[in-house]
């Protein structure tokens, strides 16, 4: 009688955690139903381009150094440059960078004439202290938008409120530089567009209150449109703040779940008349290119402007997904965007030119990257 009622013990136990499990597993299962969804995104895919042929994904030597966030673990709003710790080839003066430069070219793009790299590839200095207007206010805006925080102004301080508000700055026709880079994206360059079917943001800056009230003031935001998995930002603030859609590729779309919208394949896709959306996997695989009014590229880390070469230039040292991929993809781009005059990256070089010299500089990369050339250790 015993073992029979110590059996009977066992199969209740038993039935209990068998039923348990089911209604674990239900749970779980409902769980992930509710989880953000992408929903299908039926898009026309004029201009259809073969999708480029990939390779096996190809590790390369790293140039670009990452971010570390422990480094920095303070909020970005309590961090200040530290005169005690300024970079000692700093040009004598106010204005200086401290030992905390991740090398990420963004200041020296936005004030070429104020900072250069100490060495090549190397922390920034200040290598010409601002005298002129102009200079003070594109240092200003480098100190600001600095993802984290290594550029300061000791006494004499110069009247800086005096100067025009820094950001969104204007740089093209309808397209502005949001500043404000974010450390999560390694400081990359951010875009803001006015256009009468809505505006948009290209990749996410640093969440600043101010940047977003200057955004409304100029009529809000439609869309973020993420050039790739590394430069998200703060899209997810500046999205629900504006009830913004938010778009990505599908193949890196696990680096932002929040958003709402995704292109699919390698084929190009209109998103409307004055834009185009063309993937390039390379840097990753789910990179891409935006091709706004027919004469400017939104780049992400795809394609840059070299200084140091004085050319388009593309980070082979930094190319997570296939190197080999991203040289059709850009042998594509180049078919598919015959004439642009701006190239506006997330990092690297933005540049304005002549859209015949940009597109053989296009085609001249390309043809390198095919031929096998080492770009590992281009300048930016
Ligand atoms: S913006 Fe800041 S982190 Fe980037 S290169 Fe300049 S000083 Fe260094």
Redesign the pocket.
């Known amino acids: 009688m015993l073992g029979l009622g110590l059996g009977l013990v066992l199969v209740l136990v038993l039935g209990l955690v068998l039923v348990l499990g089911l209604v674990l597993g239900l749970v779980l299962g409902l769980g992930l139903d509710a989880a953000p969804r992408f929903p299908a995104v039926a898009l026309p895919t004029q201009n259809a381009t073969p999708a480029p042929a990939t390779s096996a994904i190809t590790k390369n030597p790293v140039r670009i150094p990452q971010y570390c966030p422990a480094a920095h673990s303070r909020p970005y709003s309590k961090r200040m440059a530290k005169p005690s710790r300024a970079h000692p080839a700093n040009v004598p003066g106010p204005w200086f960078?401290d030992d905390?430069?991740?090398?990420?070219?963004?200041?020296?793009d936005?004030a070429p004439g104020v900072?250069t790299?100490y060495d090549r590839d190397s922390?920034?200095i200040v290598a010409h202290q601002p005298v002129t207007r102009d200079d003070l206010l594109a240092a200003h805006r480098?100190m600001l938008?600095?993802?984290?925080?290594?550029?300061g102004v000791r006494a004499p301080r110069p009247d800086l409120a005096a100067l025009p508000e820094p950001f969104p700055q204007l740089i093209a026709p309808g397209v502005h530089r949001c500043g404000y880079?974010s450390p999560d994206s390694f400081?990359a360059t951010t875009y803001f567009v006015t256009r009468p079917g809505g505006n948009l943001m290209i990749d996410g800056p640093r969440w600043v209150p101010s940047l977003a009230r200057r955004i409304a003031d100029l009529g809000g935001l439609a869309h973020i449109l993420l050039t790739h998995r590394d430069d998200i930002g703060d899209a997810a603030r500046y999205a629900d703040h504006f009830g913004a859609r938010v778009w990505i590729h599908d193949a890196d779309r696990s680096a932002a779940r929040f958003a709402t919208d995704l292109w699919r394949g390698d084929a190009a896709i209109d998103f409307a008349p004055d834009l185009c959306v063309i993937p390039v996997p390379g840097h990753t695989r789910g990179s891409v290119v935006f091709r706004f009014r027919d004469d400017t590229l939104f780049t992400g880390d795809s394609l840059h402007w070299s200084r140091g070469m004085g050319a388009l230039s593309a980070f082979e040292g930094a190319c997570w997904y296939s190197w080999s991929a991203q040289a059709a993809s850009l042998r594509a781009l180049a078919d598919l965007a015959p004439r642009f005059a701006w190239v506006l990256p997330g990092h690297g070089g933005h540049t304005h030119g002549d859209p015949a010299v940009l597109h053989q500089s296009l085609l001249t990369l390309v043809a390198g990257m095919e031929s096998g050339v080492d770009h590992s250790a281009a300048p930016w």
């Open positions: 960078v905390t430069c991740i090398d990420c070219d963004a200041c020296r936005t900072f790299s922390q920034s480098a938008l600095c993802p984290t925080a290594s550029i880079n400081g």
